[in-house]
């Protein structure tokens, strides 16, 4: 246990964020007694070895994939594994299978929150690029536990939303240039945090529920109050999460979503049914269409001009539909920029 950190840094990227997490962890000085731990949101099931490949030719010290039950240790640095949500507790790794968050397993809000509960002022939580407002419930939940929260500078990152969400969101303690990340938290480690305060109980809540593969309603009620909303996910009612810089919410199961990511994939549900529909509705065409020559053959005239007359339109129908699905598409794109 020689080797415990006193302090985490907790790093979260997403779209654009790989070249900016390459860049900073160049600029990471060896020897602070500093852990880092990394998510980025990448979905292939491969790119973590990628990332671990591609951060360790940018650093002199130890990079790799999260394991669970591994004990922290200063100097290094910790990547998330694809599809498992990265906590830190006790001093050691844990890798949680719980429901997503804002759409994504890992989740940087989980990673944050964690953070803020286990190491309080001595956690420092970076934000890189990345689009909408993924990583500022947990950069708040960190700010109000006593740690320090830095962005990247909007202005330089590829996608500043991410960015951007926290700086409008909260007061942090700085906006900085990639190439500035090594000194800062070189001297901000450097600093006397006086005595650890503890994290607020909601944020140890919520914490506590990201390590569950499920939770109950009993837990969420704890921490929200039920919304009219469902989850786009699973069903079930969410509800709106209490005591949050952001609007956010949050299903019995675990799904969690603050506002925009909710707006964006109830669209993509919405998607998703409809194309549903729309092959249902074709081989609806085609059977009526088979009906229709089949009672022409036979000399069922009438019969045949009726499934004539609803495959024309169930055409028309599916014309419409297409139509919708189009224009659908085109909106949720624009919601995500």
């Given at each position: 246990m020689a080797n415990q950190p006193r302090f985490i840094v907790v790093i979260g990227a997403s779209a654009g964020g790989l070249n900016a997490l390459a860049e900073l962890v160049q600029t990471l000085p060896t020897g602070l007694d500093v852990a880092y731990c990394i998510v980025l949101h990448l979905s292939r099931k491969g790119i973590g070895d990628?990332?671990?490949?591609?951060?360790?030719?940018?650093?002199?010290?130890?990079?790799?994939?999260?394991?669970?039950?591994?004990?922290?240790?200063?100097?290094?640095?910790?990547?998330?594994?694809?599809?498992?949500?990265?906590?830190?507790?006790?001093?050691?790794?844990?890798?949680?299978?719980?429901?997503?968050?804002?759409?994504?397993?890992?989740?940087?809000?989980?990673?944050?929150?964690?953070?803020?509960?286990?190491?309080?002022?001595?956690?420092?939580?970076?934000?890189?690029?990345?689009?909408?407002?993924?990583?500022?419930?947990?950069?708040?939940?960190?700010?109000r536990?006593?740690?320090?929260?830095?962005?990247?500078?909007?202005?330089?990152?590829?996608?500043?939303?991410?960015?951007?969400?926290?700086?409008?969101?909260?007061?942090?303690?700085?906006?900085?240039?990639?190439?500035?990340?090594?000194?800062?938290?070189?001297?901000?480690?450097?600093?006397?945090?006086?005595?650890?305060?503890?994290?607020?109980?909601?944020?140890?809540?919520?914490?506590?529920?990201?390590?569950?593969?499920?939770?109950?309603?009993?837990?969420?009620?704890?921490i929200g109050d039920k919304s009219v909303f469902a989850c786009p996910d699973c069903g079930g009612n969410l509800w709106t999460v209490k005591g949050d810089i952001i609007n956010r919410y949050r299903c019995h199961i675990g799904h969690s979503y603050t506002e925009r990511d909710l707006v964006v994939k109830q669209a993509e549900t919405a998607s998703t049914t409809l194309w549903v529909a729309l092959r249902m509705m074709e081989e609806r065409k085609h059977l009526l269409r088979k009906l229709e020559i089949e009672y022409s053959n036979k000399g069922y005239t009438s019969l045949s001009l009726d499934h004539l007359e609803r495959k024309n339109e169930m055409e028309k129908h599916i014309d419409t539909l297409k139509i919708i699905l189009s224009e659908l598409q085109n909106h949720d794109t624009a919601l995500l920029f």
């Open positions: 990628f990332v671990v490949h591609r951060l360790s030719k940018s650093t002199a010290m130890e990079c790799s994939m999260a394991i669970n039950g591994t004990l922290i240790e200063a100097g290094h640095i910790y990547v998330a594994p694809p599809n498992q949500h990265l906590l830190v507790k006790s001093g050691k790794i844990l890798l949680g299978s719980g429901p997503q968050e804002n759409r994504f397993r890992p989740s940087i809000d989980v990673l944050f929150r964690s953070a803020a509960v286990a190491y309080t002022s001595n956690a420092i939580g970076i934000i890189l690029s990345g689009m909408l407002d993924d990583g500022t419930s947990g950069m708040w939940a960190i700010k536990s006593g740690g320090t929260c830095i962005v990247q500078d909007p202005n330089q990152a590829e996608y500043p939303d991410m960015p951007l969400s926290v700086v409008n969101n909260m007061d942090v303690d700085y906006v900085i240039e990639l190439d500035e990340t090594g000194p800062l938290i070189a001297r901000i480690t450097a600093l006397d945090r006086g005595v650890p305060t503890s994290a607020p109980q909601d944020v140890v809540l919520e914490s506590q529920i990201a390590e569950k593969t499920a939770v109950g309603i009993d837990d969420v009620e704890q």
